[in-house]
């Protein structure tokens, strides 16, 4: 039971990544079934259709996955009826259908084929062998699996494209803020748990010219190896690569000009002409070398080697001693925290700001403290306001390791939504009801003009949308 909950959990992992958390939001909430009468029905042993929406169809089996993706996610679905999960299935496929008859929206195989390998490369490293995932999902070939999830990626995609495009253009003044807030009544307005504001100041060892040297003259062996020997990249990138993210495929990606990778990294991989390796070269990441496999048009298919110089002890103690003194003059008044962090902070992300962090799923300064990253709330949990953390040593998912401070500049306790103090989220709040009634204004036309048939049992289902026509 444990390895089919790993699989399921690293599958729903890979799909979601096709979703914004916004986006299944709406999902969930945009058009709900009714709770309906019906009682439960009994597996059958033959997974048949059980809805068409314009091109797609919906198995038994569909129903069935919905069930373990919500189980996974630590979501009761005890009083979840498959009435429930088959509307959100039938909406996410009118979703997709509409999209293809969009001319505006377009979804490029090499996009989805490209997406699939970075997932399926995932989700290897987390249950270990193509065996296992075949075995789990019932398929009898790798290009069987591969052809099933390509369409499953597909059809995700496609139902963003069209959520977001039908939400993109909706739009909140703040006068309709005010009515919206205005109408709750006082008993019903919601309660925002304590959240804390929190700025950091990040100070990074400086790297040995010497240890530098050693990773230019590995990449330049390695160069030389494929070049002058034929020897594999494929093959240096999966034994050598210091990139969790493409190592295990030989360092392989697919990119456009607007695809997010760093400035440096994109300027030589567009200079380099197909079969050519580029010389060593350095980003925020570390020290890389490309190989161009193919370029089509605006596309490029390449492979990467990364290798980042090593910490030495000396540096990590040099960068601790730093941001000592750094805590110190805050400490004894010489310079504000904000100052220091705008002079003295490696992280450019956050110097600019004073060292202001911003909350990753909200894109403000305020964490709530249930929902907070529980290595962060750890560092600054016992912290007053305004009080400077001594140097944290810290490690990031590629190994690397640097020193910071932190402090708490502010604390808000629990409390009833107010106007002036929360007008983002109530803000966020109105917006999230208008775009629902867009949803929902959309679906219902959308609904009247596409091919739909539900059969069997779930024509009996009380559903929220008028599947059924009546």
């Known amino acids: 039971m444990k390895f089919i909950n790993k699989i399921a959990i690293a599958f729903i992992l890979l799909v979601s990544f096709a979703f914004s958390s916004f986006a299944q939001e709406l999902i969930v909430e945009a058009t709900p079934a009714k709770k309906d009468s019906v009682q439960p029905?009994?597996?059958?042993?033959?997974?048949?259709?059980?809805?068409?929406?314009?091109?797609?169809?919906?198995?038994?089996?569909?129903?069935?996955?919905?069930?373990?993706?919500?189980?996974?996610?630590?979501?009761?679905?005890?009083n979840v009826s498959r009435c429930e999960l088959m509307g959100k299935l039938m909406e996410d496929r009118l979703y997709a259908h509409q999209a293809l008859q969009d001319s505006t929206i377009v979804v490029k195989d090499s996009e989805i084929n490209n997406m699939m390998e970075e997932r399926i490369a995932y989700m290897l490293g987390q249950i270990g062998s193509m065996e296992k995932m075949l075995k789990f999902y019932n398929k009898k070939s790798e290009e069987d699996f591969k052809s099933f999830f390509f369409d499953v990626l597909k059809q995700n995609k496609l139902s963003t494209e069209m959520r977001n495009k039908v939400v993109e253009e909706v739009e909140i003044t703040p006068e309709e803020v005010r009515t919206y807030f205005r109408k709750i009544p006082k008993e019903d307005l919601p309660t925002f748990g304590a959240e804390m504001e929190v700025s950091q100041i990040v100070i990074k060892p400086k790297m040995s010219e010497v240890e530098k040297q050693k990773v230019i003259d590995k990449l330049n062996e390695i160069r030389n190896d494929v070049l002058v020997n034929g020897s594999s990249f494929?093959?240096?990138?999966?034994?050598y690569s210091e990139d969790p993210g493409s190592r295990s495929s030989g360092g392989f990606y697919k990119m456009n000009r607007k695809t997010q990778f760093v400035k440096e990294f994109k300027e030589v991989a567009f200079s380099l002409n197909e079969g050519e390796i580029s010389k060593p070269f350095e980003t925020e990441f570390g020290y890389h070398i490309i190989l161009v496999e193919k370029i089509r048009g605006?596309?490029?298919d390449l492979r990467h080697i990364l290798l980042t110089p090593k910490v030495t002890?000396?540096?990590l103690k040099e960068a601790k001693d730093r941001a000592q003194l750094i805590r110190q003059r805050i400490?004894?008044?010489?310079?504000?925290?904000?100052d220091a962090a705008r002079s003295m902070s490696d992280e450019k992300e956050t110097k600019a700001n004073g060292g202001i962090l911003l909350n990753p799923k909200t894109m403000d300064s305020r964490f709530e403290l249930t929902k907070m990253d529980p290595t962060l709330y750890g560092q600054v949990s016992n912290l007053k306001e305004k009080e400077v953390s001594v140097p944290i040593l810290d490690e990031d998912p590629t190994g690397k390791k640097s020193y910071k401070l932190l402090m708490v500049t502010n604390r808000i306790d629990s409390h009833t939504a107010d106007y002036a103090t929360d007008y983002i989220k109530i803000k966020e709040l109105a917006l999230k009801e208008k775009q629902f009634e867009a949803i929902g204004k959309w679906s219902n036309e959308k609904i009247l003009e596409t091919y739909?048939?539900?059969?069997?049992?779930?024509?009996?289902?009380q559903f929220m949308n008028n599947w059924l026509k009546k």
């Not at 739909?452 to 289902?461: D, F, L, P, Q, S």
């Open 234 to 239: 494929r093959t240096r990138a999966v034994l």
């Open 331 to 338: 400490m004894d008044g010489e310079l504000t925290f904000a």
């Open 452 to 461: 739909i048939k539900i059969n069997g049992e779930y024509r009996n289902c």
């Open 41 to 78: 029905f009994k597996r059958k042993k033959i997974d048949g259709i059980v809805a068409t929406v314009g091109e797609y169809i919906i198995l038994d089996s569909d129903i069935d996955m919905e069930y373990v993706e919500l189980s996974s996610q630590g979501i009761s679905v005890e």
């Open 298 to 300: 605006q596309e490029v």
């Open 313 to 315: 002890d000396e540096a």
